[in-house]
């Protein structure tokens, strides 16, 4: 049986691919929606031999089936924002410390120790609901912080703003993480100046603003904070791990996360590098529902397993924290 330790040991693109063929089969005896999709797919378990012979759930069944791959009683339950009357995904875990050290050890490895930061978070949206994945892992980062002035805003920008103003000033390094419709009605009240400070954005209009492209976005939000880049974190309800992007939307992944793209036309086919199309992502966090997830997102994937998020298939819902909207 693959344990954490091992997903999270993984240190190599072999290694990578002997565990996720193990959690495969694991999940295709485990998960019945799993497995009835396979079924479906008329694929059979001991004839997968390679990562791109595996079948990728569609997301969509988040919102319509309990995909678990065990008995265990189910310790959290992530629920997906939407507007009212909307379909919500729901990710049933039955083990968060996997979510926790997911987590932890991705912010760790493109961060380094949470310590060295106070962590301010602008996420209106998400903490006026219940069930999110994101307040649950940026509440668990400000705690572990050990920093007084770490903590959550909601409205109170003049707080916010005199708050981040004085730490960037004294030299402290701090990490703004918004919601993108709020950075950018922070920014409206006040010009900022920073030097000290990550401003990192998780996406997301929420239905406030019009879609921008990341170009856009990124190039307004560097002119209001006074900064050379925006960094962005890609999360999603489903997935147990983010990937980061310290700076012009190409994300990069830790050892326990692949992306593949496959064809728009034909979802078994995968096309080469550079070339655009829907995101398939193996996140081996996964282990205790599903981890092959076929996204909405359209992307590009390049060398080192980093990938670019361009936007999402036409007529498909707007998921809570979508990237970007072509």
């Known amino acids: 049986m693959i344990t954490a330790t091992d997903i999270f040991a993984i240190s190599s693109q072999k290694q990578f691919e002997k565990i996720a063929l193990k959690i495969f089969r694991y999940q295709h005896e485990n998960n019945l929606v799993y497995r009835e999709f396979c079924d479906l797919m008329k694929v059979e378990p001991q004839k997968v031999k390679t990562l791109q012979q595996i079948p990728f759930l569609p997301i969509q069944f988040f919102k319509s089936h309990a995909v678990v791959s065990n ?3 189910v310790q959290n339950t992530f629920t997906s924002s939407g507007t009212t009357g909307m379909v919500t995904s729901k990710h049933l875990v039955t083990d968060t410390s996997i979510y926790e050290e997911s987590y932890r050890k991705g912010f760790s490895q493109f961060y380094g120790n949470i310590e060295d ?9 998400y903490l ?11 509440e668990d980062l400000i705690q572990l912080s050990n920093h007084d002035d770490s903590g959550f805003y909601l409205h109170n920008h003049d707080e916010l703003i005199t708050k981040l103003t004085t730490l960037d000033q004294s030299g402290q390094n701090v990490i703004l993480i918004g919601v993108t419709f709020a950075l950018l009605d922070l920014i409206e009240k006040h010009q900022f100046q920073l030097q000290n400070t990550i401003i990192m954005e ?4 929420k239905g ?14 560097c002119e209001g904070f006074g900064v050379t880049a925006i960094h962005s974190e890609y999360g999603m309800t489903e997935l147990l791990s983010q990937a980061y992007s310290l700076g012009e939307g190409v994300f990069e992944c830790p050892s326990w996360i692949q992306i593949l793209v496959r064809d728009t036309e034909d979802a078994l ?8 199309g829907g995101i398939n992502v193996i996140d081996l966090a ?29 007529n498909s819902d707007i998921r809570g924290c979508n990237l970007m909207v072509l």
């Open 71 to 73: 008995t265990n009683p």
């Open 117 to 125: 930061y106070v962590v301010l978070a602008l996420l209106p949206s």
């Open 128 to 138: 006026e609901r219940d069930g999110s994945s994101l307040i649950y892992m940026v």
């Open 202 to 205: 998780t996406g997301g209009m």
């Open 208 to 221: 406030r603003r019009k879609e921008m492209i990341r170009e856009e976005l990124h190039q307004q939000l």
């Open 269 to 276: 086919t995968y096309i080469p590098q550079g070339k655009t």
């Open 286 to 314: 996964n282990i205790n529902s599903c981890s092959f997830i076929a996204t909405q997102d359209l992307g590009k994937k390049y060398p080192n397993n980093s990938f670019e998020v361009l936007g999402r298939f036409d």
